[in-house]
C-alpha cells in the first residue's frame, strides 16, 4: 500500500509548513509585545545622564537653559496639562451635544449622516494642516479678544497681558476641535449602548425628551462619557504639530492664558533636531515623563471605559 | 415626536395651571433640543472653513509642476514638492513593510493560534497602549534606535517611526477582521482535512482580506499625515532623493517648514501641499471605507 | 565634509579636536538689526539699556519713558511690545546675545551668550523667516534678524546706540564702517562684540568659512582654493544684493594670506 503512506508524508511535509507558519506568528506577537518595553528602555538608556544629573528636580524646577546645561521640564508639564484640560473645557459640551445628536433622533437620518460624516473628516484632517489653518484664522481671533480682555479683565491673572497671537489660549483652540472626534465617538458609543427598554420606559411615564436624557440616559451612560473625556485628554496631552506651531513654545511659567506656553512634545518637536550632549539626555527624560503621563490617562480611560462596558452588559 | 407623551398628559389633564406646566415643560424640551443642535452644527464652521481655506489658497498653485519640481527657495517664485510626495511615500512604504507583516502575522496569532494565551493578552494591550502613545514619541524611538546609531537622519529612520505609529492599528483592525470569519469556515476547512495552516491560508485569510485592507489603509491614512515622527528622524531635503539613508523630504514637514515664513509663495505652497495632503488621506480613508462596506 | 561655514568662529578647544588643523577665513559680513512692526513710527531710536531691557522682560510698553526720552519727536502709543525670538539655536542669537552680555551685566547674568538661550519674555520663532513672520504678523512686536531679512520683508528697524553713546541705523555703509575700524589677530578670529567707533553699527559679525588646514587631494586643495579666491574678490559684489556686508579690502588681504597657507 504506497499510496496511503505518501500521504501521510507528503502531509506531515505540510506540517513543516504550519509549525513554521506558527513559530512565524507567535514571533510577530513577541515583536509587539517587547516593543513597548524596547521603546521605553531606548528612552530610559538615552535620559540616563540626565536622570542620574538632575533626578526628580527635572519635574519640579522650571529652568531649560541649554547653554547653561540646566533642565527642568516644569513649565512644559504645567503647559501640556493646561493646555490639554483647557481643550476638554472647550470640547466637553461640543462633544456631548454631537453625542446627544447623533444618538437621537431630532432631525432626518441624512442629516445625522452629515453630522457623523463631518466628525470623521476632523479626525482625517492632519494635525499640520490644523497648526496651518490656526495661524491664519485663530491666532488673528484670539488676538484680537485678548487685547479686548487685557484692557477689560487685565486685572485677574488669567488674562493679563500683553495678549499675544501664538498662546496657551490658540492652541486650546485648536485642540478642542481635534479631540472632538474622540470624545464624540466613544460617548455616541456609550448613549447607544443605553438600553432601549430604560428609554421608552422613561417616556412612558410622561417624560419629554430631554427630562429623559437628563435624568435617566445621560447618567447612564455618564461612566462611557467619563472615559470619552479621559482619552480625548490623553489625546490632547500627546498632540504635538498644531500645538508646537501655535502655543508660542515658551518655557516660562504664567497664569495668563493669554501668554506663550509651552507643552512636552513641542519641546521635543522644537528641540531635538539640533540638541547636543546633555540637551539630548534631557529631551529623552522629558520623552519618558510624556510617555509616563499619556499612559498614566490612558490606562485610566481604558479602565472606566471596560468598567462601564461591563456594567451595561447586563441591562439589555 | 418629539413629545407626545408631554401633549396627551396634557389633553387627559382638567387642571389648567397643570396645562401651562405642560407647556412650560414642552418649551423647555425644544429650547434645550435648540440648544444641542446649535452647538453641533457649530463644529461644522472650523471644516467649512478648513476646506474653504484649502481650496481657495491651494488651488491656484496645484499643477503639474507642483509634482515634478524641487521646492522653491526663500523668495523665489515657481516651483513645486515632488520630492516631498516621493518622500512621503516612500517612508509610509517602509512603514507599511514593516508593520503590515507584523500586524497582521500578530493579529492571526492571538486570533487563531492561542487567543486565550498570556502571549496573546500581552499583544492586545500592547496594542491598546501603543495607541495612546503620543506619535512624537515614535519619532523619538526612531531618533534613538537609527538616527543617533547612524549618524544621520534619514528615510529609514522616519520609516521606522510610522511603522511604530501604524502597528496597533494594523493589529487591533486585523484581530477584528479576523474575529468576523464565521467559525462555521473553520470547521467546515477542519471538517475536509486541512491542516491549520491551510486553514488560515485557504479560507480564513481570503474571507477577512477585504477587513484587513480597510485597517491598512487606515494606517496608511494617519501615517500619510503625521509630522510628529518625521521632523527629526527624516528630516527634510530640498533636493531629489539618491538614496534612503540620507535626510527625506515629506509633504507634512514641508508644510510645517513653510507654514512659518514671511514669504506669500512658499505659504502658498504650504496651502498647496496641505490641499495634496488632506486628498491623499480622505482618498485612503474612503477607500478603506469602500473596501469595508463592500464586504458588509 | 571639505570644508563648512559658521556665523559663530570655532573655539580654541573645538579646533584643537581637529586632527589635520583648521583655517578660520572670513567670507562675509553681516549685521543684525531690531526689527519692528510700529507703523508710522520709522526709525526709532533705542538706547543701550532699553535694547538689553526689551529682552529682559523690563521694558514692556512701546511708550516707556525710556524709548520716549532717546525719540523726543515721536508720539509712542501706549502699546504693548511683544517680543520675538529664535526657537532654534543659530549665529544670529549667539552675536546677538553676545552684544546684549556685552552692554548689559544683568542680561549677561540672567541669559548669557550662546547659540540658543532662554529668554525671560517672548515668542519663538524658527529661523530668520520664522521671527520675520511673527514680526509682520502683529503690531507692536520686536525681534532680532539678519539685516537682508528685514529689508526683504520691508520691516522697520531701529537705530541702536553704540558704545560711543550715537545711534547708528542699519545699513550696509554703517556696517562697513564698523568692519574697517577692526584690528584682525593672526587667526582672523574676532568678534566686534561692542565696537567703538563714533558711527559704528555695534552688531556685526563674520561668517566664515571654515577649511582644513591640509587636502590630501591636490585637485580637491586647487578647486577649492579658487572658489575661495573668487569669493573673496568677485564674490563680494554679490553680498550687498543679499544683504550682506562686502569685507573692507584690508580684511580681504589678509584672508588671502590665511588661504595660502593651506596646502
Redesign the interface.
Known sequence: MPAPQRDIIS?SG??A??DL??I??????????L??G??IY??V??AWPSIQKFGLDFITTSAWVPNRERFGVLPFIMGTLASSLLAILFAF??GV??A??LSE???SPSIRQT?RF?????A??????????G???IIPIVKAFGDWAVASLGGFPLFSGPAYGNSLLTASVVLA?MI?PTITAISRNALAAVPKTLREGT??L??????A?FSVILPTAAPGIVAATI?GL?RA?????AVA?LIGNSSRLSWSVLSPSGTL?GL??NQ??EAQGLQVNS??YA?LI??AI??F???I??AVLRHTQKATAGIR | ???I??YS?GFFNNDPSENTKVIA??L??RI??G???A??L???V??I??IF??LKKGLPLLGLNIFTELPPA??MAGGGFGNAIIGTLAMVGIGLAISG???I??A???N??SPASR??Q??RM?????T??????C???A???VV?ATGTFSAYAGGLALA?LM?PTI?LTSEQALMGVQSAYREAAYGLGA????A??RVVLPDAFPAIMTGVMLAV?RA?????PL??TA?FSQFWAKSLNEPTASL?VL???F?????PHQIAM??TA?LV??AF??LA?ITAQTIFSRRH | MDFGASDAAMSDEEIAKVPSGVVMIPATAGEIVFAYNLPGFPGIKLAREVMAGIYLGTVTKWNDPAIVKANPDLKLPNLAIQVAYRSDGSGTTYVFTQHLSAISAKFDDEVGTDKSVTFPVGVG???N??V???I?QSVGTVGYVEYG?AK??GLLMASLQNKSGNFVAPDIASARETLSNLELPTNLRIWPVDPEGASDYPIVSFTWLLLYKKYPNAEKLKALKEFVNWSLADGQSFSESLGYVPLPAPVVEKAKAALSTIE
Request: hydrophobic share 55%; charged share 10%.
Open positions: 502531509q505540510y506540517r509548513g504550519p507558519f506558527k512565524l506568528c507567535q514571533g510577530a506577537a513577541l515583536v509587539t509585545v516593543l513597548l524596547w521603546i531606548e528612552i538608556e538615552s459640551p461640543l451635544s454631537i446627544i445628536f433622533n431630532f432631525l453630522m463631518v466628525v470623521e473628516m476632523l482625517a484632517i492632519p494635525s499640520v494642516v490644523y497648526g496651518l489653518w495661524i491664519f484664522i476641535i472632538l417616556y412612558a410622561g417624560a419629554t425628551r430631554w427630562e436624557i482619552l490623553g496631552m500627546g498632540e504635538t504639530m506651531m512634545a521635543l518637536a531635538f533636531g529631551l529623552m520623552a510624556l510617555i499619556t499612559l490617562v490612558n490606562l480611560g481604558e | 415626536m418629539d413629545s407623551a408631554s398628559l415643560r414642552s423647555k424640551n434645550l433640543s440648544i444641542c443642535i452647538l453641533s457649530l463644529t461644522m472650523p471644516l472653513s478648513i481655506l484649502l526663500a523668495g507583516p507584523a500586524g502575522l500578530s492571526i496569532y492571538i487563531e493560534y502571549l496573546a500581552a499583544v500592547v496594542a491598546k497602549l501603543l495612546g502613545i503620543p506619535s512624537i514619541i519619532g523619538v524611538f531618533f534613538a534606535v543617533m511604530v502597528l493589529i491542516t491549520r495552516f491551510q488560515i491560508a491614512a500619510a499625515g503625521e509630522t510628529a521632523i527629526f528630516l507634512s508644510i510645517y517648514n507654514s512659518t515664513v514671511p514669504f504650504a496651502w496641505s495632503l488632506v488621506v480622505t480613508n | 520663532g524658527k529661523g523667516e520664522g520675520t513672520a511673527l509682520k531679512y526683504d520683508n
